[in-house]
């Protein structure tokens, strides 16, 4: 008697995920930002879920080639990062989301600092607008008295 033993081979692919960075960077305002990816053999009951724990990133969605998400307005000064992880089936990546500080109508920038002086540059924001004159008065240790005048005007 004669056996055959047939062998069939199936050669499963198996997906693979990848973002295209590893940050993004918004301004200040905020507003919608995305991380683009590649997904090779995708599987079709899976979509890439993304999640962050800062509060004021948001609205994850997946549109098949990139992550959308929107990021809160930053009323601060000073800059801020968050992690988000994003999910495709059992493969994990992490990108950081960079927001800028908030800069007012005016930037200063010091100069110098001495015993009895400050010196600056106000950078208005506007550089079409005009700007006022001012006088500050200070009283310095010892009853010294010290009097400044400034005009910020655009050149």
Request: net charge negative; with cysteine; aromatic share 10%.
């Amino acid at each position: 008697m004669e056996f055959i033993v047939r062998m069939e081979i199936l050669c499963i692919n198996s997906a693979a995920f990848e973002l295209k960075s590893t940050e993004v960077n918004i301004t200040a305002e905020g507003g919608q930002a995305s991380m683009p990816y590649t997904l090779e053999n995708p599987i079709d009951s899976l979509k890439v879920v993304a999640e962050s724990e800062a509060g004021w990133l948001g609205r994850f969605e997946d549109n098949g080639s990139e992550i959308m998400f929107f990021v809160d307005p930053n009323e601060e000064a000073s800059s801020r990062s968050a992690e988000v992880t994003a999910v495709y089936g059992d493969i994990v990546q992490t990108f950081t989301v960079n927001q800028d500080g908030a800069v007012g109508p005016f930037q200063f920038n010091v100069k110098e600092i001495g015993y009895d002086h400050i010196t600056y540059d106000v950078i208005p924001e506007d550089k079409e607008m005009t700007y006022i004159s001012y006088v500050s008065t200070l009283i310095m240790p010892a009853g010294t008295l010290m009097t400044r005048t400034r005009t910020f005007r655009t050149s």
